[in-house]
């Protein structure tokens, strides 16, 4: 074997979607899970065996994204390829609770990049190939979860009409509405 068996045709990441959920003080939080994939193909004429080792993040981001995940990166560990076949590699990661303030004025919208680092040993030990995927995607939301969570956590009525006194030309409607969960939850 030549070590250079197998090849990495393709990289991609998902949109990171935040959905909506409760601590248990009731804090309206968001968490998603950013996953990406590796398409490898073999082109031998034999089954590729091994697994993926010595996974890491060269560079994520924006790098407020990259501080808002936590643990290591998990991934699909044993790999057997088909002579002429291709695999595809999961990569994910889960983010900490994000609250309604810093996700619609840090990260709601942006696009983001991951840049990663794996390897692929071989189950004979004859041979390991490196690799580096990189791919972008955009951070969203689901943003009816928290329009709805935030009137309830606020009170419809008082949040309409303090939404109305402190609105300025500046403040969106949902800048105001994560003001106002941000101010319930900063003192809740």
Request: proline share 3%.
């Amino acid at each position: 074997m030549t070590g250079k068996e197998l090849k990495q045709i393709g990289f991609e990441c998902d949109d990171l979607y935040l959905s909506t959920g409760l601590d248990r003080e009731h804090h309206l939080l968001y968490k998603g899970t950013l996953t990406c994939r590796a398409i490898l193909y073999n082109p031998a004429q034999y089954y590729l065996r091994g697994s993926i080792t010595d996974v890491y993040a060269v560079e994520i981001t924006p790098e407020v994204l990259d501080n808002d995940l936590v643990g290591e990166w998990g991934y699909t560990p044993t790999i057997n390829i088909a002579p002429n076949g291709y695999y595809t590699v999961l990569f994910y990661r889960n983010t900490t609770s994000i609250d309604v303030y810093h996700l619609e004025h840090d990260l709601y919208g942006l696009p983001f990049t991951v840049k990663l680092h794996y390897e692929f040993n071989s189950t004979n030990g004859l041979f390991s190939e490196e690799f580096i995927g990189i791919g972008s995607a955009w951070i969203t939301q689901d943003s009816t979860q928290a329009a709805i969570s935030s009137t309830i956590f606020i009170g419809g009525t008082a949040a309409t009409l303090v939404g109305l006194v402190v609105s300025a030309p500046a403040l969106t409607a949902m800048g105001a509405l994560s003001f106002f969960v941000g101010l319930y939850q900063t003192a809740g």
